[in-house]
Nanobody
Framework: QVQLVESGGGLVQAGDSLRLSCTAS????????MGWFRQAPGEQRGFVAA????????YYADSVKGRFTISRDYAKNTISLQMTSLKPEDTAIYYC????????????????WGRGTQVTVSS
């Protein structure tokens, strides 16, 4: 069974940092685009960040650019999202996603999804 499992969410204050991790199992994700999406209460799921297999290209939503950094650990089939200068508006469930067939990286149409991890930022 293919699984993506997120970890690292929690409750923090505005200005704090968190590092989310996503570990993939059940298959090799070599060649896959992997990314992070988030969904706030009452909102639709939206793009946060993505990274290509080579790691040469990364993509970020305008709202997080300069604050969040996505990275990849090939040996562990893991991606991470380092979040700094967190704001209350970053509060959401964060989902890890992967797709070996090269999706449109900013759209929520990846083949595989994790169950999500909650990030809550207080003011």
């Amino acid at each position: 069974q293919v699984q993506l499992v997120e970890s690292g969410g929690g409750l923090v204050q505005a200005g704090d940092s968190l590092r989310l991790s996503c570990t993939a199992s059940g298959r090799s994700f070599s060649g896959s685009v992997m990314g992070w999406f988030r969904q706030a209460p009452g909102e639709q799921r939206g793009f946060v960040a993505a990274i290509t297999w080579t790691g040469r290209t990364t993509y970020y939503a305008d709202s997080v650019k300069g604050r969040f950094t996505i990275s990849r650990d090939y040996a562990k089939n893991t991606i991470s999202l380092q979040m700094t200068s967190l704001k209350p508006e970053d509060t959401a469930i964060y989902y890890c996603a992967a797709d070996p067939d090269g999706p449109s990286v900013r759209s929520a149409q990846y083949a595989y999804w994790g169950r999500g991890t909650q990030v809550t930022v207080s003011s």
